[in-house]
């Protein structure tokens, strides 16, 4: 098969020109140079390519080259004093320049599979064979960086068409067996370009699907890409679609996208914006948020297994526990006390960590609730007693179990105005040394 060489190349050069920083159009243009010297053709590849075509922004460089990556990846980082990381088992390498740029380097290879879900065996081969490996045909295309003909676009399977056409398809017929993951891949692209997933395609994901194949993947890797899924601007389409290819029964066979879910994802959507808006410097995991509202209807038990099973980082699995385990009694807490007082908004919301105060706000559709939320987190959640353990003990106080009592019954009476000053809060703590 003969590529499809873009023969408006000038066009695509000022296409890269005005679509890309400066800072990356010169270093594209430095790497062509530098292949041209060493007798090498170097090749912008993946989703910088795909979204450079779309109009969309994508900061990521990767390079194929025909012939020694490695060796290319390090004359590269001995020509502009950068630092550079090869992956020989993969045959790729990091290169890190002074400014902190970043791209990654790559021999142009093929891969096979010893078997599905494995991680590739690979060798060098062509540019075609390297774009072969690709997931769908929108991301095996390449502009070629040599000088002479600097901005050429390389499509030998019609990706540059199924962009116009807006078609998510795979090369080749065994492309979910050999790497599963493509299944959440597939439905990722769908949803964040709007694009529809060719029948043919749509055909092998849902085979795959139905071959319990997603299963031999390992958590991390299952993890990683729903995430992925969970991170994109709508995720409650994404979780839709996953439904209609029976993919949620891999995180867990009670897992089922009922008339409850549905509205829950949508209703954290608008939360998320609240939040966003209301305190813009307090950035939060939204991939997150959509997990715990994605677990929302399984039990504790269920919840922690799978967690396990994706392996989730420890911080990750920590927030998803204390939302499991406090947002519905923070809840019931909220909605059954119309003026509550600081202190008591306070404990109710102290161990939740912000996604899910994010969960609460979405499930109680309450603009109380919301307000109540908002003073915690602008107010109540920074306030301290001015007293400590040893101004306790200066006053006499024998050090013991009734440090915490007083030092928590302190932050009560600040939340609430009982106490204003330091010397107000030594004469409460006198009374209750008292008691």
């Known amino acids: 098969m003969k590529p499809v060489i873009s023969q408006d190349r000038h066009t695509l050069r000022a296409l890269m020109r005005r679509r890309l920083s400066a800072k990356i159009f010169n270093r594209l243009q430095e790497i062509g140079r530098l292949a041209d010297a060493g007798g090498v053709s170097a090749y912008l590849v993946g989703g910088l390519v795909r979204d450079l075509l779309l109009g969309y922004t994508n900061l990521d460089v990767d390079i194929a080259v025909e012939g020694d990556g490695m060796a290319f990846a390090r004359r590269l980082a001995d020509r502009y004093g950068a630092g550079v990381k090869v992956f020989d088992r993969f045959a790729t390498a990091l290169v890190v320049f002074p400014d902190g740029f970043k791209l990654d380097v790559a021999t142009a290879r093929c891969e096979s599979y010893a078997h599905p879900t494995a991680l590739p065996t690979v060798e060098p081969s062509s540019i075609k064979d390297d774009l072969y490996r690709r997931d769908f045909t929108i991301n095996a295309l390449a502009l070629r960086l040599n000088a002479t003909p600097f901005g050429e676009l390389v499509d030998f399977y019609g990706g540059r068409h199924d962009l116009s056409a807006k078609i998510i398809r795979v090369l080749h017929a065994r492309s979910f067996v050999d790497d599963p993951t493509r299944v959440f891949r597939a439905i990722r692209f769908e949803q964040r370009f709007g694009f529809r997933i060719e029948t043919h395609t749509l055909t092998l994901l849902k085979k795959a699907a ?23 601007q709508a995720p409650a389409r994404a979780v839709r679609r996953m439904a209609e290819c029976d993919l949620l029964r891999f995180l867990h066979t009670g897992l089922a996208l009922t008339a409850h879910l549905t509205g829950l994802l949508s209703d954290l959507g608008k939360s998320l914006a609240w939040w966003t808006k209301r305190f813009p410097r307090r950035p939060l995991d939204r991939a997150l948020v959509y997990f715990i509202g994605l677990m929302d209807e399984l039990s504790a038990s269920a919840t922690h297994a799978v967690v396990k099973q994706l392996a989730l980082p420890g911080d990750q699995a920590n927030k998803i526990s204390l939302a499991k385990k406090h947002v519905a009694p923070a809840l019931r807490s909220l909605a059954r006390q119309r003026s509550p007082q600081p202190s008591e908004t306070y404990r109710t919301l102290a161990d939740l960590p912000d996604e899910g105060l994010v969960l609460l706000v979405a499930k109680a559709r309450s603009t109380d609730i919301a307000r109540l939320v908002s003073a915690y987190v602008t107010t109540q959640q920074h306030v301290r007693p001015s007293l400590n353990g040893a101004d306790l003990k200066a006053l006499g ?28 809060e030594r004469e409460l703590v006198k009374k209750l040394a008292k008691v």
Request: charged share 40%; no cysteine; glycine share 6%.
């Open 210 to 232: 139905a071959s319990d194949l997603v299963r031999r993947l390992s958590g991390p890797r299952l993890r990683n890409e729903v995430m992925r899924l969970l991170s994109e």
């Open 397 to 424: 106080l024998k050090p013991g179990p009734i440090y915490k009592k007083i030092l928590d019954r302190l932050l009560e009476a600040r939340l609430d105005g009982e106490v204003k000053t330091r010397a107000d």
